[in-house]
């Protein structure tokens, strides 16, 4: 069992940026693939970022791409997500999550493990 716990929300201007970060307890992390997720009020949990294992692969959701980079660091059992040229349509609740098998990538059921999220505003 891994724990998750993000960190690094806030409120940021448009064209901004954040970086999160999720720290995490427990089990091996490296034997997680991890992902990050957000949820803006009253729409779905979607799909933001996912690395793989040893960080050698990275997917990101269109909205994203270019924009958005995510990162791992197994020695300080961190995954990150630095977000640059933030929109207001990013406002959300952000999530990462881990997961110890893969059966498709941007589907939140995947995901065994899941922080409590930070809260990411962003004003226009």
């Known amino acids: 069992q891994v724990q998750l716990v993000e960190s690094g929300g806030g409120l940021v201007q448009a064209g901004g940026s954040l970086r999160l970060s999720c720290a995490a307890s427990?089990?091996?992390?490296?034997?997680?693939?991890m992902g990050w997720f957000r949820q803006a009020p009253g729409k779905e949990r979607e799909f933001v970022a996912a690395i793989t294992w040893t960080g050698g692969r990275t997917y990101y959701a269109d909205s994203v791409k270019g924009r958005f980079t995510i990162s791992r660091d197994n020695a300080k059992n961190t995954v990150y997500l630095q977000m640059n040229s933030l929109k207001p349509e990013d406002t959300a609740v952000y999530y990462c999550a881990a997961a110890s098998s893969i059966r498709g990538i941007v589907a939140a059921s995947t995901y065994n493990y899941w922080g409590q999220g930070t809260q990411v505003t962003v004003s226009s």
């Open positions: 427990g089990r091996s992390f490296s034997s997680y693939f």
